[in-house]
């Protein structure tokens, strides 16, 4: 067990931080969280409610950045990045260029697949424990193609998910709409992935989580970390920008996109970005769908959560200050129409948050390679949900000195 005597304090209240505080307290550890924001109102409130434990893949490879020039100049392409933005993202670029060499894709691939092929063990032992295995629906993904040439196009990912022995299932036709019958007859092939299972309401996941957390002794205070105060021992203390100082004995950072403005105060920077996403929540859809459904030529999903059914998906480099740009959500819901034709969008509501994109595309998790006492759980992109429960294991075991199940060199902060 860690031998700190004052309290441990994770900075960030969404998915990640609250597994991670949650497995702290549960161990015996004294936790605190701190966010700037109420509990899950950040990307874990709009997330895509999927366990895609199948895309696991780098976003670098060949397939994906060979098309990002004819996506920039589609203003309906599931890729923007906002001229003024270009500048700031130049670096981050240039490392996202640099991991996609075969054999650096081969490594990612197989960090992705480490943590992917060990989350249902994570994420059942968690809902089982916490009695919300409710939340965790039954039903996979489907993965959308027209015709031959659109499964052509995606055959890469497939090739991948059968190397790691990720399971899936190649239909046709009729197997498709049997299914899902809402979905259009120009669908002419899918792959259903059953283990990409959906979250029922993953806002009110986290926040059922916090209660647990809090129901073991946890403390949550809102407000924004202004600072920190530091020995030669590591960081003692943050402080808050409405001038309160918290003691901490270990320090988490676990703020999603926003870790990297925490990590640049400590002297630690990380190429961390935001790929800022996009959803439209429908309450009065007229259509019902049991499973979720991706269909990568269109570069949307629609996932059956919290009510209704959400549209989202959508690529958007602009940093953490720019306003909303709510068009981009309104082109998925027409993209979502072309696979759902009797789809409606009524009593809808539109969001956008901050994915925290790192240029190779696994996540940070670890201890600081300056501080012993700081560690960073951050950079999980679009995969936030799907590795919390993992995430919180694994942390949990660094930081109390337990053996991690997962070779965790491969997620260090200073690979770059």
């Known amino acids: 067990m860690s031998a700190s005597k004052t309290p441990l304090v994770v900075v960030g209240a969404g998915i990640i931080g609250i597994a991670i505080a949650y497995q702290l307290q549960r161990r015996g550890e004294s936790v605190t969280i701190v966010d700037k924001d109420s509990t899950g109102t950040g990307a874990s409130y709009g997330n895509m409610a999927s366990i895609a434990v199948t895309e696991f893949m780098p976003a670098s490879r060949p397939g994906i950045w060979a098309q990002m020039p004819r996506w920039l100049m589609d203003p309906e392409g599931p890729l923007r990045i906002r001229p003024a933005y270009m500048p700031k993202l130049v670096p981050w670029f240039m490392r996202f260029l640099g991991n996609s060499r075969p054999s650096k894709l081969r490594e990612l691939e197989a960090a992705g697949a480490a943590l992917c092929g060990r989350v249902y063990e994570d994420l059942n032992a968690l809902l089982k424990e916490t009695g919300l295995e409710d939340m965790l629906g039954a039903e996979g993904c489907l993965s959308l193609y027209t015709d031959e040439a659109e499964f052509r196009a995606d ?11 990720f399971r899936h299932e190649i239909l046709g036709g009729n ?3 049997d299914l899902e019958p809402a979905l259009t007859t120009k ?7 059953p283990d990409n299972r959906s979250i029922a309401d993953p806002y009110k ?3 059922a989580l916090s209660e647990k957390f809090l129901a073991l002794g946890g ?25 309160r100082r918290i003691e901490a004995g270990n320090l988490v950072l676990a703020a999603g996109a926003f870790t990297g403005r925490l990590s640049a105060m400590l002297k630690e920077p990380i190429p961390l970005e935001t790929e800022r996403g996009y959803h ?41 200050d720019a306003p909303p740009d709510y068009r981009r959500a309104r082109v998925l819901v027409k993209r979502a129409r072309e696979a759902l034709p009797e789809l ?14 790192l240029p190779d595309t696994i996540p940070v998790m670890g201890r600081s390679a300056k501080r012993r006492n700081v560690w960073y759980a951050t950079g999980h992109g679009h995969l936030g949900l799907t590795y919390a429960a993992t995430t919180g294991r694994l942390m949990a075991d ?3 000195g337990v053996e991690p199940p997962v070779d965790m060199k491969p997620y260090r902060v200073d690979r770059f």
């Open 398 to 400: 660094l930081i109390t």
């Open 205 to 207: 996941l986290v926040v």
């Open 187 to 193: 669908i002419g092939k899918a792959v259903l992935f």
């Open 280 to 320: 439209t929540q429908i309450m009065a859809p007229h259509i019902s769908m049991r499973h979720s459904i991706i269909w990568p030529a269109r570069a949307f999903m629609v996932t059956p959560t919290a009510g209704g059914i959400r549209v989202g998906g959508t690529v958007e480099m602009a940093g953490l």
């Open 175 to 177: 197997a498709i709409r």
């Open 155 to 165: 055959r890469e990912h497939i090739e991948i998910l059968e190397r790691f022995g």
């Open 344 to 357: 409606r969008a009524e009593q809808t509501s539109e969001w956008m948050g901050h994915r925290p994109a």
């Open 219 to 243: 403390r949550i205070e809102r407000g924004e970390v202004a600072g920190f105060e530091q020995a030669d021992t590591g960081v003692t203390a943050l402080r808050t920008k409405d001038g």
